[in-house]
């Protein structure tokens, strides 16, 4: 009688954890890299992004969700749940002399694939790594199994191509650089290599879940497009970025994305005016728009792709996407200082040309950070707020809009809420610093409203802090501190200090206690050290 008894037991065990593996989700976390508030149909775009569009209607839109500014910053915080300083990358620079800025994930923090690796999922990426070139510090020596994608910060869409002097570019698979085939193109590559990942998880490890972090290299310069999709969007710009923004600010209007009260912040006084611009300069213009805009299109193709890949395994009810993106739009340009002589050249082709080496500038960000003012880097809006998507509707609610204020920070616990993983307290014989966010699962599930929590941010020298309905902002060089009521005037046009001062004082207190907490270095003091 003791052997059928036991094997029933075993029985039942297996089942049980077969049972409780099924109710947790597969998780798919999306990066998109310097993309705009705008950018999406959803959150008021022309650019046609009915997957993503879709995602949102019929999953969660949060219209308050904040990321670190930059690249790098945005990462190491969406990874580790800790502010980016505590992860050991507090800005772009890869030898600093102080902990808060050592340029690569630290060993007290831990990552989102090292707490769900534990916790029995299986963890891939494919992508935009960049947070730590050395070897030793690539993904797979930070929890994830399987790897494909870009280690440094930027490249060409086509090839592997260094644009500094000096520089090497790493395409990795897993902990080997390889070269890519002459078909390349980097976001198609990504998602072929996730859809192998997960295909060889379901193979082999299908009673467990996977959690796939999925980090798109667009729509960051270059601008870099295949020609069908380019010509989808070309002559569609030629109205100029005024008449573009304003469009787009009507469309936010009417998806109700903004206060009522939010006005289209004044456009930088270091854009010129449309019609001073010559036919030649409108029309590259809008040669650049056009590449840009089939940049995010073909993003949305490829969160398509993996969708319908998901529901061919028969994975899509069992799994929840979130998406956003890195940093607000850049205003940066290709320019001759400090790029090779071959991409100096390359500035002589148009946009669409697949040896071309450019970015849109001052003008498109202006466009993609509707209806905010200034570009990644900065704190402003237009800096550190992103669109974000969660989707999947076993698990969350239809069409549901959240205008309360969350952070990357949030990502970690919502994931280890999710997933039933428990966030250590040490880890590969390191103590692991605790987590900074909460999770946001309260808010999409059961309608909390969280109390007037304290988000904090710093990025070389620009600063800020949003606390309820207020933001205090104050970037560098200026150093000058202005304070927004966000929920009237979401664009910061404006700064009422004056007319506040207990708010600003209190307000300028949380940063200062929360920057020597974290190990913000004064940005004088910074560039002073570098090694």
């Not at 046609?48 to 219209?63: F, V, Y």
């Not at 990321?67 to 505590?86: E, F, K, M, V, W």
């Not at 050395?134 to 060409?156: H, M, T, V």
């Amino acid at each position: 009688m003791m052997k059928p008894i036991f094997t029933l037991t075993l029985f039942f065990l297996f089942t049980l954890f077969t049972v409780r593996a099924q109710l947790r989700p597969n998780i798919v976390l999306i990066l998109a890299d310097d993309m705009g508030y705008s950018d999406l149909g959803c959150f008021g775009s022309e650019i046609q992004t009915p997957n993503l569009d879709r995602m949102a209607k019929e999953g969660i839109k949060m219209t308050n969700f904040y990321n670190a500014s930059r690249c790098c910053p945005s990462r190491a915080s969406l990874l580790t749940g800790l502010y980016p300083h505590q992860a050991g990358v507090g800005d772009m620079m890869n030898k600093r002399p102080f902990p808060a800025y050592q340029g690569f994930l630290n060993k007290t923090s831990v990552t989102l694939a090292e707490l769900l690796k534990g916790a029995g999922y299986g963890t891939y990426m494919a992508g935009k790594w960049h947070v730590g070139q050395e070897k030793e510090n690539w993904p797979l020596q930070r929890g994830f199994q399987r790897y494909y994608g870009l280690i440094d910060g930027a490249n060409s869409y086509f090839e592997n191509r260094p644009y500094r002097p000096n520089q090497k570019l790493t395409i990795a698979l897993d902990n080997e650089a390889i070269v890519p085939p002459t078909d390349y193109y980097s976001s198609d590559a990504y998602t072929d290599y996730a859809m192998t990942f997960i295909g060889e998880h379901l193979d082999t490890k299908k009673e467990s879940p996977f959690f796939l972090y999925l980090a798109f290299q667009a729509p960051h310069w270059p601008l870099h497009a295949k020609p069908q999709d380019i010509a989808k969007y070309r002559g569609k710009y030629m109205e100029g970025w005024d008449a573009v923004r304003e469009r787009r600010f009507e469309k936010q209007q009417q998806l109700g994305l903004l206060p009522p009260t939010t006005k289209l912040s004044p456009m930088d006084t270091a854009l010129r005016k449309w019609n001073d611009c010559s036919w030649e300069e409108k029309v590259k213009w809008d040669e650049k728009m056009a590449v840009y805009a089939a940049m995010v299109d073909e993003l949305d193709q490829n969160v398509g792709r993996l969708v319908d890949y998901l529901q061919s395994k028969g994975q899509l009810e069992n799994t929840v996407f979130i998406f956003l993106s890195d940093n607000g739009a850049s205003n940066e340009t290709i320019t001759n200082t400090g790029f090779t002589a071959d991409i100096r050249a390359a500035n002589e082709f148009p946009a669409s040309h697949p040896r071309s080496f450019t970015a849109y500038g001052i003008e498109g960000a202006a466009v993609s950070n509707t209806p905010f003012k200034k570009f990644k880097h900065w704190e402003f809006e237009g800096g550190n707020a992103t669109g974000f998507i969660a989707y999947g509707p076993k698990f969350l609610p239809r069409g549901k809009q959240f205008d309360l204020p969350a952070h990357l920070i949030d990502i970690m616990p919502t994931l280890a809420q999710w997933s039933g993983a428990n966030y250590p307290k040490n880890y590969a014989g390191n103590t692991i610093k605790p987590m900074e966010g909460m999770s946001l699962l309260p808010i999409w599930t059961e309608g909390q409203r969280s109390a007037d929590r304290e988000i904090c941010f710093e990025h070389e020298g620009n600063k800020g802090v949003r606390k309820g309905k207020w933001k205090l902002v104050s970037s560098y060089p200026e150093n000058k501190w202005h304070l927004y009521d966000i929920e009237k005037d979401r664009s910061e046009t404006i700064d009422l200090s004056a007319t506040f001062p207990k708010i600003y004082h209190e307000m300028v207190q949380i940063y200062e206690n929360w920057a020597k907490r974290v190990g913000v270095i004064p940005y004088e003091q910074l560039a002073q050290k570098t090694s």
